[in-house]
């Protein structure tokens, strides 16, 4: 396994100068999700340059590569997603956003290229290895219901023995690794109330049924589904976002909407809030004579990752990385749909640390001037290898 397990400690030469070159690239023709035409023909067209890969496309805007090895054995599924936001980017940087409104601003340029790299490596040492290697290029993470569940839906993982995702993240100083065992993203769900009352003059609120007064008692309820209703040992975040009502100072008006999100992680905890909100709503709309239309959408699932592959994945990030550069992710409240493979096979999915205080790389996830150290691409290209060498090398 020499000539591979040599590329997880230091990239050949082409592969550290181009995945950046990648980056900027996509960084440059940033795509909203589902519209990523562009990206993925980019990602076919790299893909075809190295000979092995049986290439298609799942989905019209994401892209699958199957590298079979040389003897059979395990299959293992990488996954980059490549979609950008509705940001107006305020980075200046010679790879600046070139479509108006719209940013890589949560790093998927960075993992888009970094699978690409991957690829192109492994595909070269097609012989070294055994089973199957599947490069999922996914097409829309940001937007609900995601491109994962489509490419699950579509069969991109059947028959898959592991799942293994990078997130680089801006937050975690460049160099750092960041594993976690178990629950790691939560599932966002939304909901909207409708509040329906009577409306009226402002001087005689007598005379209305006041959806507002109503809105403004049910936001106070609501606070406590967290901190009375339910277990205190159990991760729930139930927050209001918007609140939208009335046209001027004199008139009471007959519709409220309230609207927000629920995140959890336990199955049951995820069942009952929505329930008890349904129930609150129609109990303080009810104390007033209003009405309420309660409308739930559920987002993605929860991103648990399996204890015994997160085990192998930390001694892989170890040898990787050196067991210094190793840090245990914490659990955030934040979606990913990544948890669509995980509910197929085993996955995990980590984050490649990419901040760098001292040049200024320090906005969060979805910033305007959300930025990341260049330096993490390797690392994460290397991990990737890391991880087909350890489970499709004898
Ligand atoms: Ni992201």
């Not at 993925?40 to 590569?65: D, N």
């Not at 990078?166 to 960041?178: D, E, F, K, R």
């Not at 309820?221 to 976002?241: A, F, G, K, N």
């Not at 046209?247 to 609207?259: G, Q």
Request: aromatic content about 6%; proline content about 6%.
């Amino acid at each position: 396994m020499g000539n591979l397990s040599r590329a997880s400690e230091a990239l050949p030469e082409w592969a550290a100068n181009l995945v950046v070159k990648w980056r900027r690239h996509l960084h440059q023709h940033p795509e909203l999700s589902f519209q990523e035409h562009e990206t993925a023909a980019f990602v076919e067209k790299t893909l075809r340059q190295w000979e092995g890969l049986e290439i298609s496309r799942p989905t019209r805007t994401s892209v699958l590569a199957v590298l079979k090895g040389a003897r059979p054995g395990k299959v293992l599924a990488l996954r980059a997603d490549m979609d950008a936001l509705p940001i107006t980017e305020e980075n200046d940087i010679p790879f600046v956003s070139g479509n108006p409104g719209v940013m890589h601003a949560c790093g998927h340029d960075g993992h888009t290229a970094m699978l690409l790299a991957a690829a192109g490596i492994l595909a070269q040492h097609r012989e070294e290895l055994s089973g199957e290697i599947r490069f999922i290029f996914q097409h829309a993470e940001e937007l609900p219901p995601g491109g994962a569940i489509e490419l699950v839906n579509a069969g991109v993982v059947d028959g898959t023995d592991f799942v293994f995702g990078i997130h680089l993240a801006s937050l975690l100083p460049v160099g750092q690794i960041g594993v976690r065992s178990g629950e790691m993203m939560a599932s966002p769900d939304n909901f909207t109330i409708t509040i329906k009352g009577y409306g009226g003059h402002a001087a005689m609120p007598h005379r209305t049924i006041d959806v507002i007064a109503v809105g403004a008692q049910l936001i106070g309820h609501i606070q406590h589904i967290v901190s009375r209703l339910t277990d205190p040992l159990e991760q729930l975040v139930v927050s209001v976002t918007q609140f939208t009502a009335g046209s001027s100072h004199n008139v009471i008006p007959d519709s409220a909407v309230l609207k927000g999100t629920i995140r959890s992680f336990k199955p049951a905890v995820r069942e009952q809030a929505p329930e008890t909100l349904k129930r609150m709503a129609e109990a303080v709309a009810g104390l007033y004579g209003a009405e309420v239309q309660f409308d739930y959408v559920k987002g993605y699932d929860p991103v648990v990752n399996d204890p015994e592959l997160s085990g192998i994945i930390r001694e892989i990030a170890a040898k990787v990385a050196g067991s210094e550069a190793l840090v245990e992710t914490p659990p955030a409240m934040g979606g990913e749909d990544f948890s669509a493979y995980q509910r197929k096979a085993p996955g995990v999915f980590i984050n490649v640390g990419a901040g760098h205080a001292e040049s200024g790389i320090v906005y969060p996830h979805h910033h305007p001037k959300f930025n990341f150290d260049e330096q993490a691409l390797e690392l994460g290209v290397r991990m990737f290898i890391g991880v087909a060498v350890r489970l499709l090398t004898p």
